[in-house]
């Protein structure tokens, strides 16, 4: 596509530069009156001319520019159960203190539709959609290898099962290639992390 808008450009140049010549010579050579040549004069080139030619090296040049590349995405779907109250273990997800101890990193976090968070030292990033008490978090959500500027939207659901919780997550827009890694990210640095840290893993008989 670049060798395209080159070549394009170029003949857009050759035309303007013959143009030029073309009005210039005129000026040059002009036929004699009462066997006197005339004085010579400059012939600009016209402005529709001037305008016509600088559109057509403009259009040129917007098609050599790269435009962005669409990555094929994926939904990935985990459930997990957690031996707490969903009012408890929908706080662990925003409270930056306690994202702080699962995460064993800093962490930023604006519980707020619209607030931001990071965690584990930046590879994890985004912005919360919804925030419905004990029920669901929605957000925007990536790793900081993803492409720029690609989120994908991931819904934790919070069901409660009486003396435990059950928590759906459900992601749309995952790059296909970070599949697996994604699931994995989620069931061992948050889940795992969420069941040692604060002791809501499985019942020891």
């Not at 303007?16 to 000026?27: P, V």
């Not at 994926?74 to 957690?82: A, E, P, R, V, Y």
């Amino acid at each position: 596509m670049k060798q395209e808008g080159a070549k394009q450009i170029s003949n857009a140049m050759e035309t303007y530069i013959s143009t030029l010549k073309t009005e210039f010579t005129q000026g040059m050579i002009l036929p004699t009156v009462n066997g006197e040549q005339s004085e010579p004069q400059n012939h600009p080139v016209h402005k529709a001319d001037k305008h016509k030619i600088n559109e057509q090296v403009a259009g040129n040049s917007s098609t050599s520019k790269s435009v962005g590349v669409k990555i094929p995405t994926c939904k990935i779907n985990l459930k997990d159960i957690f031996l707490t109250s969903p009012e408890d273990l929908y706080r662990v997800f925003i409270t930056q203190e306690m994202v702080q101890a699962f995460t064993h990193s800093p962490a930023v976090v604006e519980a707020d539709k619209g607030g931001k968070f990071q965690l584990l030292n930046g590879s994890v990033t985004g912005e919360f959609l919804e925030l419905v008490s004990a029920k669901q978090i929605a957000m925007k959500w990536r790793f900081k290898s993803w492409p720029e500027g690609h989120f994908a939207t991931i819904i934790l659901t919070f069901i409660d099962k009486g003396d435990e919780t059950e928590v759906c997550l459900e992601g749309k827009g995952i790059p296909a290639s970070e599949e697996e890694r994604t699931k994995e990210g989620w069931q061992r640095y948050y889940f795992e992390g969420i069941k040692q840290t604060f002791g809501y893993g499985a019942r020891l008989f």
